[in-house]
């Protein structure tokens, strides 16, 4: 079935950049938007970007400037620039994409394991 795989996660020094990778794989008819999420040990889940086919993209004020979301369609992959990294974007980074797995079925919400985020101050 559908499955999101991110990779891109590293150890970095405060300032630094990274290049996020999610790849949406399996049954595929459409996806609507991904999203990429934040989540600190012991914090709950917030939302850092979105993206809708078209390209239309939103960013939560804290990585506004800093973070750019896109995707390649064709490719069914979204990635998550970030630049001048702090050490609060400290954590695991997921994936999310509404995608409807057949045209009879509905619109599912779908995550990724994740992947981490680690920027040294």
């Known amino acids: 079935q559908v499955q999101l795989v991110e990779s891109g996660g590293d150890l970095v020094q405060t300032g630094g950049s990274l290049r996020l990778s999610c790849v949406v794989s399996?049954?595929?008819?459409?996806?609507?938007?991904m999203r990429w999420y934040h989540q600190a040990p012991g914090n709950q889940r917030e939302l850092v970007a979105s993206?809708?086919?078209?390209?239309?993209?939103n960013y939560a004020d804290s990585v506004k400037g800093r973070f750019t979301i896109s995707r390649d369609n064709a490719m069914y992959t979204a990635y998550l620039q970030m630049n001048s990294l702090k050490p609060d974007d400290t954590g695991v980074y997921l994936c999310n994409a509404e995608v409807r797995p057949t045209l009879t079925t509905n619109y599912l919400n779908y995550w990724g394991q994740g992947t981490q985020v680690t920027v040294s101050s």
């Open positions: 993206i809708t086919p078209g390209g239309t993209t």
């Open positions: 399996g049954s595929i008819a459409m996806i609507n938007v």
